[in-house]
């Protein structure tokens, strides 16, 4: 089988087993790409190499030879990530032998603290809002969920009324990896 045969595979996983967004997945499919594309040029060739053929030292080589100060960290780190699964996919489905998985550690990521908004910011943003306009009781409502829960837009974005309970003051989202979460509502949320 050869490396595009196994990529295919790999995004099917991850797209039906795994159930990552979308965006998760084209990213995945990015980073291993790229990787697959480096081993064309070292090998001179057109063709995708086999899979079985891929060594802890193709993946030494392509760390050095990549130009990682064009990526932020963050971005970095998923590039180890990925690579580090699909290699692990690729090991627990016998495709590839070894365990180069093993020995691929990602960078640590920095410690991140988040900046918020302070009221007189968000009193700012909320108006901005016409509530008079066409779409303004919308917007206003999406800043208030959005404010009031901490969600993220991502999470917004696929929010069906059904999934809002105003009695309860509560909502069911699906945050990150598809994984489902009731938030919360404060009353000005709840009100809009």
Same mark, same amino acid.
Request: hydrophobic share 30%; glycine share 4%.
């Given at each position: 089988?050869?490396?595009?045969?196994?990529?295919?595979?790999?995004? @099917?996983?991850?797209?039906?087993?795994?159930?990552? &967004?979308?965006? %998760?997945?084209?990213?995945?499919?990015?980073?291993?790409?790229?990787?697959?594309?480096?081993?064309?040029?070292?090998?001179?060739?057109?063709? &995708?190499?086999?899979?079985?053929?891929?060594?802890?030292?193709?993946?030494?080589?392509?760390? @050095?030879?990549?130009?990682?100060?064009?990526?932020?960290?963050?971005?970095?780190?998923?590039?180890?990530? %990925?690579? @580090?699964?699909?290699?692990?996919?690729?090991?627990?489905?016998?495709?590839?032998?070894?365990?180069?998985?093993?020995?691929?550690?990602?960078?640590?990521?920095?410690?991140?603290?988040?900046?918020?908004?302070?009221?007189?910011?968000?009193?700012?943003?909320?108006?901005?809002?016409?509530?008079?306009?066409? $779409?303004?009781?919308?917007?206003?409502?999406?800043?208030?969920?959005?404010?009031?829960?901490?969600?993220?837009?991502?999470?917004?974005?696929?929010?069906? $009324?059904?999934?809002?309970?105003?009695?309860? $003051?509560?909502?069911?989202?699906?945050?990150?990896?598809?994984?489902?979460? $009731?938030?919360?509502?404060?009353?000005?949320?709840?009100?809009?």
């Amino acid at each position: 089988m050869n490396l595009t045969e196994s990529l295919d595979l790999y995004i @099917k996983y991850l797209t039906y087993e795994k159930n990552l &967004s979308k965006t %998760s997945v084209i990213s995945y499919k990015k980073d291993i790409e790229q990787f697959t594309e480096y081993l064309l040029k070292q090998h001179g060739s057109k063709e &995708s190499p086999e899979t079985g053929a891929i060594s802890l030292e193709n993946f030494r080589k392509y760390l @050095k030879e990549i130009d990682f100060s064009r990526y932020s960290k963050n971005t970095v780190i998923r590039k180890y990530s %990925s690579l @580090k699964s699909f290699f692990k996919f690729l090991e627990n489905n016998e495709i590839l032998s070894g365990s180069i998985s093993s020995y691929i550690i990602p960078p640590k990521k920095d410690a991140h603290l988040y900046s918020f908004l302070s009221q007189p910011e968000i009193n700012k943003v909320l108006s901005c809002i016409d509530a008079g306009a066409a $779409n303004g009781i919308r917007d206003r409502a999406l800043i208030e969920f959005i404010y009031s829960t901490g969600t993220r837009v991502s999470e917004v974005e696929n929010l069906k $009324n059904s999934d809002i309970d105003i009695e309860k $003051n509560e909502a069911k989202v699906l945050g990150k990896g598809r994984k489902p979460r $009731n938030v919360y509502l404060n009353s000005q949320a709840a009100y809009w």
